[in-house]
């Protein structure tokens, strides 16, 4: 087929967990064969598409739209469990930061059962998921794009070559390129929105073989329930393990080493040797570690400029709270309270079903992607700033929780923890609400009158 005989063409920065999930909505909702077809073309920076890191919880709000792409019949054949309604075990929270053993101070009962997945493996069901109009360029380093109104936009890589789309979608995460060509092209006021901020934390991520830890600590209770210190969570053969290290008084300032490195083993130890016997036997026993210099995006005060659009992390990348302050007592599963997959996913879906909507034309993409805008910019703003709240929780900052005060010389009572379990507790109520039909019933009454259908 030709590109000319296309509805239009969509350029994908990113072949992440966003990018891939537009890709896979675009071509979902979009394979009725009496519509005009979309080409996308999405570009990977990588040689290969592939993700760092472990697991993912997928909460309610997400699994309704990844049912979309029928999702529930992979999950299945991979033996997943599928996410369930109503109550199920939530983390919990243990005293840890002490050579003695510590103390659980909060079980929580989550609101709705997430499902537990392993990265890759929500990366190859959404690769699955794509049309044969979808095609993947990797080695493809996006370095700017240009866009003059009523033109293709120009998409410029590392390696010299070019590309033109009718709409380039950022999905190139927190230090993503299409976001400082889109605000660096909006002008001098918007330049300061283009780079990401360091937020002082650093995260050891390691992945601890269950056989070595039956081995050398057969009743360890992080082998088999999503609790256990820093931040724990059992997945298939193995307990991810996130380690948070934070160092308030770096943030905001420039981070010069590199992003992702791998970590020594030791040095991970070293940060945690004064904690309880309970937590070192899990961090001395993961394979590896990888350090993760956390970034986010400060909220920006759009996500769209004319037929370029943000969506994930690089329009939100927010603090990921479901951990805790290294050197702080307070420890909590992996989970978080604020997830930001079922944002990017939800982005996905709204952008993904917006674009390939039968009335959609290419003249109305600048207001199909205002439209995006306007749905997705609050809700993602505001769990950015949930996110940012729990942290405060977690590292004891918080207003109402401020053990680091110096009138706390022991550390933070019992009491005193327990009524922060019970606010951290709360915070997660969030996460079973919602329905996603009924978003989207909103978002296609508007797209209608744009569209001229009323
Ligand atoms: C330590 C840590 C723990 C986390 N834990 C959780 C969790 O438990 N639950 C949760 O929901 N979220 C968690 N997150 C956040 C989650 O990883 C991100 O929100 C999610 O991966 C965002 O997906 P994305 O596709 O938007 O971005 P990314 O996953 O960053 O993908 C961006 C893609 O774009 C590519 N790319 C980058 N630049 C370019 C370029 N210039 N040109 C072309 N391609 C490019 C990258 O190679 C990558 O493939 C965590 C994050 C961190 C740092």
């Known amino acids: 087929m030709s590109q000319t005989d296309y509805k239009f063409r969509v ?95 909060h079980n929580h009962m989550m609101p709705y059962g997430p499902l537990s997945l392993h990265r890759p493996t929500l990366l190859e069901i959404l690769q699955s998921k794509l049309s044969t109009d979808c095609k993947i360029y990797t080695s493809k380093r996006l370095v700017g794009y240009s866009a003059s109104a009523g033109e293709a936009i120009t998409l410029s890589f590392s390696d010299g070559s070019t590309a033109t789309a009718d709409i380039i979608v950022g999905a190139d995460g927190v230090h993503s390129a299409t976001r400082a060509s889109l605000f660096g092209l909006l002008g001098h006021g918007y330049k ?65 080493g590199p992003l992702v490195s791998e970590a020594a083993a030791q040095d991970v130890c070293r940060l945690f040797e004064n904690w309880e016997p309970d937590l070192r036997a899990l961090i001395e026993n993961a394979d590896s570690y990888t350090a993760w210099v956390i970034h986010v995006v400060n909220p920006l005060p759009c996500y769209v400029s004319g037929a370029s659009v943000l969506i994930g992390d690089a329009a939100h990348s927010m603090t990921p709270h479901q ?28 952008l993904g079903r917006l674009l390939s909507h039968a009335s959609t034309t290419r003249a109305d993409i600048p207001a199909i992607l205002k439209l995006y805008e306007a749905l997705r910019l609050p809700p993602t703003q505001d ?45 997660f109520m ?25």
């Not at 529930?72 to 369930?84: H, N, R, S, T, Y």
């Not at 929105?193 to 070595?212: D, E, L």
């Not at 909590?332 to 079922?342: M, N």
């Open 323 to 350: 951990g805790v302050g290294g050197g702080q007592g307070i420890e909590v599963h992996y989970i978080s309270t604020v997830d930001q997959l079922i944002e990017a996913i939800k982005d996905a879906y709204l």
């Open 192 to 256: 300061q929105y283009a780079a990401p901020t360091f937020n002082g934390t650093i995260v050891f991520r390691g992945m601890v073989p269950k056989s070595k830890m039956v081995a050398t600590f057969p009743q360890h209770t992080g082998l088999e329930s999503p609790k256990v210190h820093v931040v724990s969570h059992p997945i298939g053969t193995y307990v991810g393990l996130n380690c948070f290290h934070s160092r308030p008084e770096m943030e905001g300032k420039p981070y010069l």
């Open 383 to 427: 769990a950015w700033e949930k996110s940012r709240i729990n942290g405060m929780m977690y590292e004891f900052n918080h207003p109402d929780f401020l053990f680091n005060d110096p009138s706390h010389t022991d550390g933070p009572s019992r009491d005193e923890l327990e009524r922060l379990g019970a606010a951290v507790g709360l915070s």
């Open 11 to 105: 350029a994908i920065v990113g072949c992440g967990i966003s990018g891939l999930s537009v890709a896979a909505f675009i071509s979902n909702f979009g394979k009725d064969t009496s519509q005009a077809r979309i080409a996308v073309d999405i570009y990977e920076a990588k040689p290969e598409v592939s993700t760092l890191g472990a697991g993912v919880a997928i909460w309610k709000r997400s699994w309704q739209v990844l049912q979309n792409l029928g999702f529930e019949e992979d999950i299945v054949a991979k033996g997943f469990k599928v996410p369930k309604d109503g109550e199920s075990r939530g983390p919990t929270f243990r005293k840890s930061d002490q050579s003695a053993e510590g103390y659980d101070f």
């Open 430 to 454: 969030w996460l079973a609400e919602g329905n996603a039909e009924e978003d989207w019933a909103e978002a296609e009454a508007r797209l209608n009158t744009i569209c001229g259908n009323d």
